[in-house]
Every structure is written in C-alpha cells, then in structure tokens.
C-alpha cells in the first residue's frame, strides 16, 4: 500500500509563497499519474496541478503562472511552489497518486491533507 504525507501548510499573508511537500512511502511499480488538489470550505474538491502518465503537467486556470508542480524521483517526494498567493487559495490540499496498472484497473491514494490558510 502507498502512503502519503503532505507537509509546509500554514498561515501566509496575501503575495507570499509556500511549497508543499508529498511524501510517498511505498513502492509504486505500476504508471500512474499524480497531482494535488484542494478542497475550501463549502466547496467541492477541485484539481489544482497533475503530473499526467506521459509526464505531461496541467494546471487549473486560477493557479496558472503562480503555482508549479514537480517531483523528485530519488526522494519519492512531490511538491507543489505557491507564489502570490491569494485568499482564495485558502484551502486543505492534497496530494493524489493515480495508478493505472492496466487498461481495466485503477487505484487511487490520497495524502490527509495540510491546511493553507492566505490571509493578512
């Protein structure tokens, strides 16, 4: 079973950056593709960035320009560079490991969340 755990949450003023960070734990012998998400308050759970299975990388239209995904293969860590934030980003994020291991078979992981709070 993967785990993750998402860290670097916290309170940040308006304009100010954070990078979060997913640690997995685990082997992941399949493809898959990863991204993190956010949920606000009162809000349905919405895709912020993802790393595809062909490595190709999305991102919702309110983050572009501001927010960068990556990974570190070697670490079997996940980040996510917040710049200029905003209070709307304001939310719990989570990490996601999307694993197709074959045409008929998909298993999702899901990090507990850490809390971004953008506020003065």
């Known amino acids: 079973q993967v785990q993750l755990v998402e860290s670097g949450g916290g309170l940040v003023q308006p304009g100010g950056s954070l990078r979060l960070s997913c640690a997995a734990s685990g082997s992941i012998r399949s493809r898959y593709a990863m991204g993190w998400y956010r949920q606000a308050p009162g809000k349905q759970r919405e895709l912020v960035a993802v790393i595809s299975l062909g490595g190709s990388i999305n991102y919702a239209d309110s983050v572009k320009g501001r927010f960068t995904i990556s990974r570190d293969n070697a670490k079997n860590t996940m980040y996510l560079q917040m710049n200029s934030l905003k209070p709307e980003d304001t939310a719990v994020y989570y990490c996601?490991?999307?694993?197709?291991?074959?045409?008929?078979?998909?298993?999702?992981?899901w990090g507990q969340g850490t809390q971004v709070t953008v506020s003065s």
């Open positions: 996601n490991v999307h694993e197709v291991p074959t045409a008929w078979a998909t298993k999702d992981y």
